[in-house]
């Protein structure tokens, strides 16, 4: 019976029979318009293309070249070092994407204190996200410096061997996770402490007044008023962090570092392709492929799974 | 009358080929060369359109080798590459079929002047598809303060090197080594086995020879020179400069870096023909050849770029160019002329050079070359941090080989 008792509802006026529905449909398809055209131009070509691409034999002087199925899926699915590649990047997105996130929450929480220079704070936390990518990377190349670096040089005062940090395979995936920390956490902070800001002052009153201590006020005021926030920041982090490629590039001089131990994804994507002049652009566009099903299957799991834990209000 | 008009009508068919001939065209040159080279390289552009000046010459900076590489091919797929460009003889060869085979274009002469194992690397399908231009040499660099005579033979390389590997500050850990090897530089490892008579292919490239008895006879070399060769990323000059190496096997176009580097440190830098092998003393000549795209070009935009590059070709402008930027010229002519000559009277490591050019190998032309050597720094960096014996990366090395076969 109570299945059939949406037939009792009384319907609902449809919207197309208004008149106002179809102009304001169009120009909401006006408004949409330059962003649906950058998109389409820029990111649903481009990925339709290189689907098509895979599914080929690169030639440089008859592109497409010559049509051969899912061979270069077939060759990348064989390859050792993609597989190493692709756990090198789980490794780094699976240990540098909470780890941020916790320092960023860490310090959103410092940051919303009333201290002293805050703004100046604030300012260099920022600063390591907004400098370019490569002069950062250069710097933190001669930070790594196993003989002359700041880093290793701080080690020493706590009698830290010397670490081969940029030239022992063993260290070239934390060292990589490291600078990705330092790097990120400051965009990620700014972004929490925005949200932090937004959290009515009444709930921490209702807490203190229930007696909470400051713990627990932000476990369980401040943390779940803040998931819309921390949930933006892990999608997008996540996103990134899967497509990590300039910071090892720059940091290891140009290489996936020692015995490849930093090759990640796109890394491997891209020496297949145009870097060291390979040019086999149909296994490079066959392993982004992959690379996109593997980022939607996560961000589709976030959607569904994380975001029921998601408070907006 | 009849003969007043033949005579007009010829002195303007003559005038009108004349002007077709003369019509004004523009030509796009890539090059790689920053803008310590790119100086000289606007000097022999000027001297080459007032020759011509009917044409004119754009040149550009693209970055890199590789950089200019990957516009070059992209220019190719969307129908618009420069003109004339700089690659290695490895990224010419997949591209072959969008290029001129300038072979054609060239006399006799010009051909023959060209040192044969250059003119070889730049052959595909039997013909010439580049000229040399940017041409450099491996040599043995050693500091003179610590290396009285250079070495000559691999044996006295390496005992040299262990005597040189030393701890300065007596906490037992070395602090200068005898030599250096780098991981992304797998070229070292085609000198070695060039001088012990090895090939990476067969003959008719049909099967690696990388792992036969003298493949594993240079990899063994390099295997027993670790304990004595600092292995890092950094560059050699860096390595001089901090005092932490003091002879190594490398390029002639990192002369000016090096011989700063050394001065960093008091020392005067020598140089030499790379220690001779169980077969032979030639090392690997590098560099880049100059070749004229035909996909997206005019025919007279086709003629200009030959005529340009023939230019840069002549003697005269060969040797300039090798005398400012350092390389070294690719021509028995430019070798012979007085600009030359007055320069190595000059600078006697010029003679070192040149006597390595006569020795020197080129690059394998293989179409795969590109894939030879991404698999080869894979394996030889294996082999120089241990993580594989020499053997066992040849052997997997050969593999790697056999699915471009």
Redesign the interface.
């Known amino acids: 019976m109570k299945a059939l008792d949406w037939l009792r509802q009384p319907r609902m006026p449809e919207p197309w029979r208004d008149p106002n529905y179809w102009k304001e449909t169009g120009w909401a398809y006006v408004y949409l318009a330059p962003s649906l055209i950058i998109l389409g131009l820029f990111v649903f070509y481009p990925f339709f293309s290189a689907f098509g691409l895979s599914l080929f034999k690169w030639s440089?002087?008859?592109?497409p070249g010559t049509y051969i199925g899912f061979a270069n899926y077939r060759y990348i699915f064989n390859d050792t070092y993609f597989w190493r590649a692709l756990a090198h990047t789980f490794i780094y997105v699976g240990i540098s994407v909470p780890a941020t996130l916790l320092v960023a929450l860490l310090a959103a929480s410092l940051l919303n204190k009333p201290l002293r220079f805050l703004s100046g704070a604030r300012m260099s936390y920022f600063l390591a996200y907004i400098t370019p990518v490569v002069a950062v990377s250069m710097v933190w190349r001669w930070m790594y410096n196993w003989?002359y670096g700041l880093l290793n040089h701080i080690l020493g005062y706590f009698n830290v061997d010397l670490i081969n940090w940029?030239?022992d395979?063993k260290w070239a995936m934390p060292a990589l996770i490291i600078f990705s920390i330092w790097r990120y956490v400051g965009y990620e902070a700014i972004i929490l402490l925005a949200g932090l800001q937004n959290i009515d002052k009444m709930y921490y009153d209702a807490a203190k007044v229930d007696g909470a201590s400051g713990f627990q006020v932000w476990r369980k005021v401040t943390v779940p008023l803040l998931t819309p926030q921390i949930f933006f920041v892990f999608v997008i982090s996540l996103i990134g962090s899967f497509k990590v490629f300039t910071e090892v590039h720059i940091l290891?001089?140009?290489?996936s570092g020692?015995?490849?131990a930093a090759e990640t994804l796109v890394y491997y994507i891209m020496?297949e392709g145009?870097?060291?002049?390979?040019?086999h652009m149909g296994r490079a566009a066959a392993a982004s492929v992959v690379l996109f099903a593997i980022i939607f299957a996560f961000t589709l799991f976030q959607m569904t799974v994380t975001q029921k834990r998601v408070h907006y209000q | 009358m009849r003969r007043v008009l033949l005579v007009l009508l010829a002195g303007l068919l003559a005038f009108g080929v004349f002007a077709v001939a003369q019509e004004a065209v523009s030509i796009h040159f890539l090059h790689a060369m920053k803008a310590k080279h790119s100086v000289y390289i606007d000097e022999l552009v000027a001297q080459f359109m007032a020759e011509y000046p009917y044409i004119t010459v754009t040149t550009e900076y693209g970055g890199s080798y590789g950089d200019v590489e990957q516009k070059i091919n992209a220019g190719i797929v969307a129908g618009n590459p420069a003109t004339v460009t700089q690659l290695y003889e490895n990224a010419i060869t997949p591209i072959a079929e969008a290029l001129v085979p300038i072979e054609d274009s060239l006399t006799q002469a010009e051909i023959d002047d060209i040192i044969p194992g250059l003119r070889d690397s730049a052959t595909v399908n039997g013909k010439m598809y580049s000229v040399p231009w940017n041409k450099s040499i491996m040599i043995l660099y050693y500091r003179k303060d610590l290396v009285p005579e250079p070495p000559t033979t691999w044996t006295e390389f390496f005992l040299m090197c262990q005597e040189l590997t030393v701890d300065l500050d007596g906490d037992e850990a070395i602090d200068r080594w005898g030599t250096c090897f780098r991981p992304y530089n797998p070229e070292i490892f085609l000198n070695f086995l060039h001088q012990a008579g090895g090939t990476l292919l067969n003959e008719d490239w049909t099967e690696a020879t990388v792992n036969d008895d003298r493949g594993f006879l240079a990899m063994d070399y390099v295997a027993s020179l670790l304990p004595y060769a600092l292995v890092g990323s950094d560059y050699e000059s860096d390595m001089l400069a901090a005092n932490q190496i003091v002879m190594f096997v490398s390029t002639s176009a990192g002369a000016s870096y090096n011989i700063s580097a050394a001065e960093t440190v008091g020392a005067e830098l020598g140089f030499a023909l790379a220690p001779q092998g169980p077969a032979t003393d030639g090392t690997m000549i590098q560099g880049t050849n100059l070749c004229v795209t035909e996909k997206g070009q005019t025919q007279a935009q086709i003629d200009a770029g030959i005529l340009f590059v023939r230019f840069m070709l002549r003697a005269e402008n060969m040797a300039y160019w090798a005398v400012q930027s350092n390389y070294l010229p690719s021509t028995y002519a430019a070798y012979e002329s007085q600009v030359w000559k007055d320069a190595v009277a000059a600078d006697p490591k010029k003679a070192v050079m040149a006597d390595a050019m006569k020795v020197g190998f080129g690059p394998l032309n293989h179409p795969a070359y590109s894939d030879f050597r991404y698999h080869m720094t894979t394996r030889w960096e294996e082999v120089i941090l241990g993580a594989k014996s020499a053997q066992d990366a040849l052997d997997e090395l050969a593999q790697d080989f056999a699915q471009y076969l």
């Open positions: 440089t002087v008859r592109p003989q940029l030239g395979p290891f001089g140009g290489s020692p015995l490849r020496s145009p870097l060291g002049g390979r040019w």
